[in-house]
Structures are given as C-alpha cells and as structure tokens.
C-alpha cells in the first residue's frame, strides 16, 4: 500500500466535502450571519464529542473578531450551565446526525430560555433541524475516514463554515487591526499595534542622564552604572543637547584624553535624533533601522529628556 496516496485521499475527500458546503452557501447563509452579527447577547457554540472540538475554535475565532462568544460543553449544560444562556444570546449547536443525545436534550430548555438556536447538521430530518430557528443542512458527502464513520470531513466542514461565519461578521462590524491587537497583547501584531515607546524605555533611575558642563569622567561612572551603552546630556531645563555611546567614549580614550579635563559638551554628538515617548515602540524600531542607530533618547510632549528607548529593548520586547 501506497501511504502517501491514501493521505493524498483523505485530502481529495475533505476537499470535495468542503466544495459541496461552499457550493450549497444561499440565502440561508446570509440570514444566519445576520442572526449572528446583529446579537446582543453573546453567541453560544455547542456540540458534542469531536463537533464539540470544533466549536471551541469556532467560539475562539470569533472572540478573537469580535464577536462575543463562548463555548458550551451540552453535557455540563444538562447540569447547570444552561444558566450561562440567556434570552438574548445566540446558541449554534452543530451535530451532523442532528441527533447527539446530549446536544437533543438541551434543545427545549433552550428553546423555554428563548434564545436563538442555529443548527449546523447534515440531515434535514433530524432533531436538531426541527427544532431550531434557523439550520444550514450540509450537502452529502463522504466522511473521510474508510469505514466512513469517524468524523472528519464534516467536522472540518464545520469547522470551515464557522470560520466564514466569525469572519465575514468581522467584516461587518468594521473590525480592524487595532481592535485585533486589543484582544491579541501577547501577539506580535498586538505588541506592533498598542505597545509604545514608554512601555519599554529606560526612565528614571535606570535611565542614563548628565548635566552639560560636567566631565568625561562623570559620564564614564553614569554610562557603567546604568548599562545602556548610551548617555543623555542635557542642559538645566532638562532638554536634550546630545549624547555619548560607549563607542564614542572607547573612541577618545584610545586617543588618550584626560577625562578629568575634557567635558560632556566637547564630546557629545549634537543635534541627536530624539523618539517622543507617544510613539509606538515599532515606529521606533523603525527609524532606528533606517537610521542605522541603535538607541536614542525619549522626550515628552513638552520636549524634555524621559527616558532612553534602544533598538535590544524593542526586539526583545518581542516586536519585529
């Protein structure tokens, strides 16, 4: 036996499954996306066994879109959980028999809740399509597995057609990257879309800073306390007037300079590029490539020094 051909099958089959779903969408579609888009409670998804897998990533997919929603365990539901139902809420039970027991046993007191049921099922006379309000009846098609019993294609189908559901609704609600980000902190596009300069930069007194005036050797002893491979000069309002980089001061003392004699103001870059610590910590990231720098240092809306944001912080920040 050709193994790699037989997995080629159990493709080509799931395929052909889902081209039937997709081939059958109608009107029908249309309404249940209005159900599910225009719902001012939350939407429920439910099911049993593998359907039951599927629905937690279909209530998943669509939390993460913007569409409230959770899943239900229908067995938990017959012992309690039902009181998570609420007359405004949105139930979506998918069983392709249509006929799980415990998916059937839940169905009339959602019904006396008075919650919306959709039924995701691929037979037409079964319960779980008499009983709901509306119902997508899949087309036939063969299960993938060779005893066509497990489920497979229909539970991808299911899966399939949660995933149009959860994101044409987005395209409804005008979902965008931001709110996307709002609800994915730990991701990277989340890092990208809310984390700003001020959330990662050195400031207080872990921020590197010196007085003009004063001399190298004061800016050797605050550059090794603080670590940062950059110092911060500024004058007595506080305002930026350059900086020195651990390269710059490695630089003058191969020279040989008297860092008791040689001050800030004759060593320092001047006319240095500044980030405002509104900014976010990817246009910072940004600039720095562009520029070719590594670090710079951050300044408020009145622009005065608040801290140092280098290129390290921002990458192993987890923003790319």
């Known amino acids: 036996m050709n193994y790699i051909d037989e997995a080629k099958k159990i493709f080509d089959i799931e395929i052909e499954a889902l081209t039937r779903v997709r081939d059958s ?11 599910v888009s225009e719902c001012k409670g939350k939407v429920i998804i439910t099911g049993m ?18 569409t409230e929603a959770f899943y239900l365990h229908p067995a938990e539901a017959l012992h309690g959980d039902l009181g998570m139902i609420g007359k405004k809420d949105v139930v979506i039970a998918i069983s392709y028999s249509g006929e799980s027991d415990e998916i059937i046993n ?34 036939a098609f063969s299960e993938a597995c060779y005893l066509n019993l497990a489920p497979t ?4 189908a299911s899966l399939v057609y949660g995933d149009a559901l959860a994101v044409v609704a987005s395209r409804i609600y005008g979902f ?28 207080a007194d872990k921020n590197a800073v010196i007085h003009a005036g004063l001399t190298l050797k004061n800016a050797i002893i605050e550059l090794g306390k603080k ?5 911060t000069i500024v004058d007595d309002n506080n305002k930026v007037l350059g900086v020195i980089t651990d390269g710059d001061l ?18 320092m870059t001047k006319n240095v590029i500044v980030v405002s610590e509104n900014e976010m910590a990817v246009k910072a990231l940004q600039l720095f490539r562009a520029k070719n720098i590594s670090g710079a240092p951050v300044v408020d809306q009145n622009n005065t020094a608040v801290g140092t944001i280098r290129l390290h912080d921002i990458l192993e920040f987890g923003i790319v």
């Open 250 to 267: 490695r630089r003058q003392l191969e020279k040989g300079v008297d860092v008791y004699a040689l001050t800030v103001d004759e060593m």
């Open 49 to 66: 066994g593998k359907p039951g897998h599927i629905g937690r990533k279909i209530a998943a997919t669509m939390a993460s879109l913007g």
């Open 227 to 231: 670590g940062l491979g950059m110092i």
């Open 176 to 203: 965008d990257e931001k709110q996307y980000g709002l609800f994915h902190p730990a991701g990277a596009l989340g890092k990208k879309l809310l984390v700003k300069v001020s959330d990662i930069m050195a400031t």
């Open 106 to 139: 839940i169905l009339t007191n959602i019904k006396i809740i008075g919650a919306t049921l959709i039924g995701i099922t691929g037979n037409e006379n079964s319960t779980l399509a008499k009983m709901s309000d509306h119902v997508e009846i899949f087309p």
């Open 25 to 35: 969408l109608s009107d029908n579609f249309l309404k249940i996306l209005q159900v």
């Open 153 to 156: 294609s229909s539970t991808t």
